[in-house]
């Protein structure tokens, strides 16, 4: 079988987790192989355990990021078309690409730069203060943390989703109103972090707040793969220039690949 045509997206939660992600997983399936263009499919995969503290905390997000880089590699040995790290902190990114040749898509990094290109100044509209600060981080990272404006959050925790679903209007108005501080603060684009809130606001249609768009940060990540595909058929690189020694790229992929 084939999967040239196929996205891999890659979770930072673990499937067997279904009591926290059933919601969001369920949603996230449905969502992404509504948006996908004709001809292409996507396979969503999780990690072993989901780690304490994986959408802010770096030890945790270490841990994961060496699940993400073994996937990638596996994805390009199995001939996927594209690798899609949808977890919001990017984890395992610049390991990724240094590893492997593949389109490699980061929800994140994709999603800043839309941003920035759409209205300018952006800010991050998130379940709880320290995903916020780690993304505000991270954008730092990618040279444009002088266009981020300090975003806004609740005190909620992944247990919390349920809840949110539970009582939509509740949870829509609350972020609503935190969404409101963020455009106050000067922000021409909403981002929102991660993965379950994004779907909370796709499932319940809060796609802007007084005129200014929410983004659907699944959605771009996807657009972002198809278009990478694309343009690696039509013989574009997808890579800088690479100063990792062939036989050392070879050496490093085989213990990631390791049990």
């Known amino acids: 079988m084939t999967h040239e045509h196929t996205l891999w997206l890659q979770s930072a939660s673990a499937s067997s987790d279904a009591a926290i992600w059933r919601v969001y997983q369920e949603s996230a399936a449905r969502h992404a192989r509504a948006i996908v263009q004709p001809g292409v499919s996507v396979e969503f995969h999780g990690v072993s355990a989901t780690y304490p503290g994986v959408d802010s905390l770096d030890g945790a997000i270490h841990l994961v990021g060496r699940e993400m880089i073994r996937n990638a590699i596996r994805a390009e040995n199995m001939g996927y078309g594209a690798f899609v790290n949808v977890t919001t902190t990017d984890a395992g990114r610049d390991e990724v690409l240094e590893l492997t040749d593949l389109p490699a898509i980061f929800i994140t990094e994709a999603t800043v730069h839309l941003a920035a290109q759409m209205g300018g100044r952006f800010g991050f ?62 922000a021409k684009v909403l981002i929102p972090a991660g993965g ?46 690479s100063y990792v020694p062939p036989e050392r790229k070879a050496a490093l992929r085989t213990l990631f690949l390791a049990p």
């Open 125 to 186: 509209l998130t379940h709880n203060s320290g995903i916020r600060r780690k993304m505000e981080q991270i954008t730092g990272r990618y040279g444009l943390g002088a266009m981020v404006v300090e975003g806004a959050s609740l005190e909620l925790t992944y247990h919390d989703f349920v809840k949110l679903y539970a009582d939509p209007a509740a949870g829509r108005a609350a972020f609503q109103a935190e969404a409101r501080k963020v455009i106050a603060r000067g």
């Open 196 to 241: 379950p809130l994004n779907m909370f606001f796709v499932d319940h249609g809060l796609r802007e707040v007084d005129g200014v768009p929410v983004l659907d940060i699944l959605a771009v990540a996807i657009k972002a793969a198809e278009q990478a595909m694309g343009l690696r058929r039509a013989g574009v690189a997808m890579r800088g220039a």
